[in-house]
């Protein structure tokens, strides 16, 4: 038998990694996620994602689930820590034992969703490097994520798919001869495959270029949305593409798809970019260096506020108006500015909204020094 146990309390890894929560969030604070990392087109596409959803067969989807069935699915999800072959750096983490912070620091980190972060339910069997993670009990028994940097789509799947046949060995999944893998939500229904890319498309935003953008890729079979929202709501400029089917098209189509549609919208934004530095070089000169002082010397920051001046200097950066940043760093801020993320750095819960924002102007002036 392997050497692991359950862990309670703050204590909540099980598998070949061990040791307590306290420990595993320093370690994702001090080690730079995906986003710090470059790859293809990282000026205009800062990660690809590849989810494949499977479910178990007899088994009620988890918002329906009994207790019995939830710990069975938790078992599968420790029987792949203790015996996969992908990995050795494995935890199963039991999000009910986590406190509401750390929850919304994995949330924030792109690791679960906002669903898991409420559930009762759910668990996630987490890679060490976070190369790879399966969430357990979102909206259907296992969500197999990878997240690379940049757009590398191909890669990102091909490790899915590893997880995917791995998982399978513990779990046997629900499927049709006449639909494909079963889901719980029918747009998924079929290969199981959900691939998204992550834009940043400042210029597209600022020229009031979305909607039709969001045209065009409805047009092509994928979906333009805001990070805050499905529709084009966002944070920082930031907006996802994905695919909207699953069925009657083959996984390697989808992935096809999706290379074009994002070559499509990093043209576009490319374009704009070019052509707003010829003609209107001082508007975007003084947009950029306005956000960048405001950056420095600000006592008090909101995050929204934060996202709108860190999103103006990363396009600066990427056009040479700022030299002396890595554009890396400013992906890195953008994820180290979230509340979480924060207290974690703070070693501290902050007691209102107001302590959180001068400690957020406090980390920005010192990274921007």
């Not at 146990?5 to 070949?16: D, F």
């Not at 620091?105 to 972060?117: A, G």
């Not at 990878?146 to 799947?157: L, T």
């Not at 079979?221 to 994905?242: A, H, P």
């Amino acid at each position: 038998m392997s050497d692991t146990k359950t862990l309670h309390g703050s204590e909540m890894l099980y598998g070949r990694l061990r040791g307590s929560s306290a420990f595993m969030f320093e370690n994702m604070i001090e080690n730079q996620g995906f986003w710090s990392q470059t790859g293809p087109y990282s000026d205009v596409v800062l990660s690809t994602r590849v989810r494949i959803a499977r479910n178990m067969p007899g088994f009620l989807f988890p918002n329906k689930m009994d207790r019995r069935s939830v710990e069975l699915i938790h078992s599968i999800g420790k029987r792949f820590v203790e015996d996969s072959e992908l990995s050795s750096d494995l935890s199963f983490i039991d999000l009910h034992v986590l406190d509401d912070n750390d929850k919304r620091f994995l949330r924030e980190r792109n690791l679960i969703t906002y669903e898991m972060e409420k559930s009762k339910d759910s668990a996630i069997v987490l890679e060490g490097d976070e190369q790879f993670s399966i969430l357990i009990n979102e909206e259907d028994h296992f969500r197999i994520q990878v997240i690379k940097p940049g757009f590398q789509i191909m890669d990102a799947y091909r490790l899915a798919d590893r997880v995917d046949d791995d998982l399978n060995r513990f779990a046997s999944y629900a499927y049709s001869d006449d639909l494909g893998y079963l889901t719980a939500c029918p747009s998924n229904v079929g290969t199981g495959l959900r691939v998204s890319s992550m834009v940043h498309l400042p210029m597209l935003t600022l020229l009031n270029r979305i909607p039709e953008t969001g045209k065009l890729i409805r047009d092509m079979g994928f979906v333009l949305r805001g990070t805050s929202g499905d529709d084009y709501k966002t944070v920082g400029c930031m907006y996802l593409i994905s695919n909207r089917i699953s069925l009657g098209i083959s996984e390697i189509d989808i992935i096809e798809e999706l290379d074009v549609v994002t070559s499509k919208v990093v043209e576009l934004e490319s374009e704009l970019r070019d052509s707003y530095v010829s003609e209107q070089g001082n508007h975007l000169d003084d947009r950029v260096w306005r956000s960048y002082g405001i950056l420095q010397y600000s006592r008090k920051m909101h995050f929204l506020e934060a996202m709108e001046h860190l999103s103006h200097v990363r396009l600066g950066i990427i056009l040479s108006v700022v030299k002396n940043i890595s554009l890396f760093k400013i992906n890195d801020l953008m994820v180290n500015i979230q509340q979480s993320h924060l207290q974690k750095i703070a070693n501290k819960v902050f007691d209102d909204t107001t302590e959180c924002d001068i400690f957020r102007a406090e980390y920005l002036r010192k990274q921007l020094k």
